[in-house]
């Protein structure tokens, strides 16, 4: 006579210590995501129903209103601000991706003198705070003429020491038969970098993109110095205008942040892996 097994079901076991660390996470997420979600709520609130106490989360009578108010209005002209940012972000990270990449590639390929000191003394200048050189790169810039020039902001954050270090661990990474390969096929240096070493680093390439890019459109300090135009001014610096003088509305101010921080989440939700694969695959075969 045959007895039916019985079928033993396990309940996963959820150590302290991981239960902890998932609560930990879990608020984490709470306090980062509060203000973002506070902000969003403030941009769709009617301005008169900013202040209220308790915080409303969700707005009562949501209205698109603020929006509308800093498109349509002349004298608020953020759309302008936002084609700047958008503007200088871009130009910014092309030059960097060029320059770096080229940069990158001639510190691992390229065998000249003195190659790895002049590499370490590159290194070293990340240590170097940004204020020891803002007197002298306005000087420079003034001298120029780029003063209130949207030359002023691009050419200067052109190269970028930390993304000459990530792409030049990537190209070192990559095996020297590719390269060996192309030169019997009678490529030059430089068609080995575009059309073989370059598309095999395209996710390093994306991920300092995305990171420059960011690190560009969020940046206040420089613009803020280097233009006067109001015509000119970036989305952040003019998000200081909208706390000035007239404009302290709160409503407003939310919406137009809203606008400035919309670009950022879409860029990383669409680039989320590459940006985890760049930075996971950093300094892979690196020497």
């Not at 707005?59 to 698109?64: F, S």
């Not at 349509?72 to 770096?100: E, K």
């Not at 170097?128 to 691009?154: D, E, H, K, Q």
């Not at 960011?214 to 952040?236: A, C, H, K, Q």
Request: glycine share 6%; hydrophobic share 55%; net charge positive.
């Amino acid at each position: 006579m045959a007895v039916a097994a019985r079928r033993v079901t396990t309940v996963p076991r959820i150590s302290i210590w991981k239960a902890l660390l998932y609560a930990a996470l879990i608020i984490g997420v709470i306090f980062t995501l509060a203000p973002v979600i506070y902000m969003f709520s403030q941009a769709f609130t009617p301005e008169a129903q900013t202040m209220v106490w308790p915080i409303r989360w969700i707005p009562e009578n949501p209205t698109i209103g603020n929006f509308q108010r800093i498109l349509s209005d002349p004298t608020l002209p953020v759309f302008r601000w936002l084609i700047n940012s958008l503007v200088v972000a871009t130009s910014v990270t092309a030059l960097v991706l060029f320059i770096c990449s080229l940069t990158a590639y001639a510190y691992a390929r390229l065998e000249f003198p003195g190659r790895d000191k002049i590499f370490f003394v590159l290194l070293t200048s990340l240590m170097i705070p940004g204020a020891v050189t803002f007197i002298p790169n306005f000087l420079l810039m003034r001298n120029l003429g780029w003063l209130n020039s949207y030359n002023g902001v691009i050419w200067l954050h052109g190269a970028n020491v930390f993304g000459v270090f990530l792409l030049r661990q990537h190209f070192l990474s990559l095996p020297k038969e590719l390269e060996e390969a192309a030169v019997v096929d009678g490529a030059n240096r430089f068609r080995i970098y575009w059309q073989v070493a370059l598309p095999l680093v395209k996710t390093a390439m994306v991920a300092l993109g995305i990171f420059i890019f960011l690190g560009n459109w969020n940046d206040l300090f420089w613009p803020l110095v280097i233009l006067s135009d109001r015509n000119m001014l970036t989305l952040p610096v003019g998000l200081q205008v909208l706390g000035q003088g007239n404009y302290v509305q709160r409503g407003i101010t939310m919406a137009a942040a809203a606008l400035a921080t919309a670009p950022p989440l879409i860029l990383y939700a669409i680039f989320q892996r590459r940006i985890v694969e760049g930075i996971s695959m950093t300094g892979m075969g690196g020497r």
